[in-house]
């Protein structure tokens, strides 16, 4: 059975009258050298266990069951599940039929690599189950997502790019965009480029500063045009007092004239820490109930 093969791709999905949802983002890899170039991604320090999310066909699985002693497949389309489990080159993958976003990594390993093939619509999702419901039980991810995806999140400060989704995926990792991938390796055809990224957990930021810097990010990017100082008295989840927004900036030796852009990671987590300690300070409560918010990217 080739699942690189268009050809035999379409008769597996015949045969089971099974067809690749455009809702879900199911486009199936078809290039061998494409899926062993992502399964050796990982540095050569990989984790015993793995986990894949989204196996499809299995066209990486074939490549990651033998580069782990373990590896666990998360598949929530259950025709596909169905098709893996009765795969035979595949009998050493245990998988799962779920939803990924639902399930505890720290149930099946104590720390683990993570890949997958991620459709658009649920990658912020992915990336917050990742980094906040599993944020010490992962080592290092791999993830094949829209190139557009992967640019926002590889971007650099002052860069069109670089967004509050930048900003959230640096809080936890440090991300690399490794290569990009042309449409022509996939089956059906996706009208997008993809690219590779490799996520690696930095542990440099305190989780409890999480959702006051992710309420700050939101403030930052409300209006790209318009200034920090400025986004801060006018993003309608913060509508700051101009004196707190002030002392803010003092406190972080920010410019009035300074753009959210142009202010990386490690100060967007001062200001933070700073934003908590006046929060208490000024019994802010009202505020304090917005940082408990879970705002999209």
Not at 40 to 62: C, K, Q, Y
Request: charged residues 20%; positive net charge; proline residues 4%.
């Amino acid at each position: 059975m080739n699942v690189y093969s268009p050809r035999e791709i379409d008769g597996i999905l015949h045969a089971r009258g099974l067809s690749p949802s455009k809702k879900r983002g199911q486009n199936f890899l078809i290039d061998r050298n494409i899926a062993e170039r992502i399964a050796d991604t990982a540095p050569r320090g990989r984790m015993a266990h793995a986990v894949e999310i989204g196996p499809g066909l299995g066209s990486l699985t074939r490549m990651l069951q033998s580069r782990y002693a373990s590896l666990t497949a998360v598949e929530f389309d259950r025709g596909f599940h169905g098709f893996l489990t009765e795969d035979a080159d595949l009998s050493r993958v245990h998988f799962l039929h779920s939803d990924i976003r639902t399930i505890s990594l720290a149930e099946h390993a104590a720390r683990m690599d993570v890949y997958g093939n991620i459709p658009y619509n649920i990658s912020s999702s992915i990336l917050e189950w990742l980094f906040i419901d599993n944020a010490m039980s992962w080592n290092f991810a791999v993830f094949l997502v829209q190139n557009e995806f992967a640019k926002r999140l590889a971007a650099s400060p002052g860069t069109d790019d670089y967004s509050a989704l930048t900003l959230l995926g640096n809080f936890s990792a440090d991300i690399k965009r490794v290569f990009t991938v042309p449409r022509t390796v996939f089956h059906p055809r996706p009208s997008v480029e993809s690219a590779v990224i490799a996520l690696m957990p930095h542990g440099r930021y305190d989780m409890q500063y999480f959702d006051v810097f992710r309420m700050l990010t939101r403030a930052l990017f409300h209006n790209r045009r318009k200034t920090f100082r400025n986004n801060l008295l006018i993003a309608p989840h913060l509508l700051l007092d101009m004196k707190i927004a002030d002392e803010i900036l003092a406190a972080s030796k920010l410019s009035h004239d300074i753009r959210g852009e142009c202010i990386d990671c490690d100060t967007v987590y001062a200001i933070a820490c700073r934003f908590a300690e006046i929060l208490r300070t000024a019994n802010a409560r009202t505020l304090q109930g917005n940082t408990k918010t879970t705002p999209g990217y």
